[in-house]
């Protein structure tokens, strides 16, 4: 039986576990959802994972319901090409970075693009009442960048010089600046953050490094590569 991720194209939570499943050189199976049908609020997929969120991943009759719980396990289950490293130490920093980024980095892009790039949301005229939140988005969003170029000064990869759950976990982030970009080229100027990639050329570096591993092309969202 082969493994099967749940997921919606583009959810960073299952692209996390996509991208660790593709360090490990594993084969999976991926049953994409549609979120604007609702299907992962289905009467079928809440017998699979009753909070109705994604990921889910199932192997051999074994339901893991939370990307960073899929991640710990594939370690265990396939020990192979670590996720979380060979040593005490190891582990240590690759959890914290990782956990770090799955709550601060992940918090900055949510708060800046679910409304920019998802709810459709125009940026409000300097001066606006709003405009000092949305210029506090981009000022967090853009220290939470600084903070993986600094990780960045010593090694290839944010944890080390082997991709690790760290990467796989900033990885969908750091794309969704990249798309943004792409999309909202005059809200991203206006926010400063046009020029990010710039702005941190070692993240630039370690995007395209990422990007260019094995099959993670493979990982990225349907949506986007149809677009």
Known sequence: M???VYSVSGAPRAWRVLLGLTFKGLTYEVNLLQASKKEHKSTAYLKINPRGTIPSLTYKGIV???SM???AW?????????L????PM???NIWQVTLEAADYLRKAVNDLF????VQGESLPARGHQDWEKWQTLAKQLSAECSHLETLLTKHTFLAGDLPSAADAVCFPEICLIERAIKTKSNEMAALGL??????YPKLAKWKDTVSKLPNVDKTMPPHWIQC
């Open 64 to 66: 893991i319901r939370d």
């Open 84 to 87: 979380f490293g060979e040593t």
């Open 114 to 117: 679910a409304p920019l790039l």
């Open 194 to 199: 046009f020029s990010i990639f710039s702005d």
């Open 90 to 92: 190891d582990a240590a």
């Open 74 to 82: 594939l370690d265990r289950e396939f020990p192979e090409q670590p």
């Open 69 to 71: 719980a899929i991640l």
């Open 2 to 4: 082969s493994i099967t």
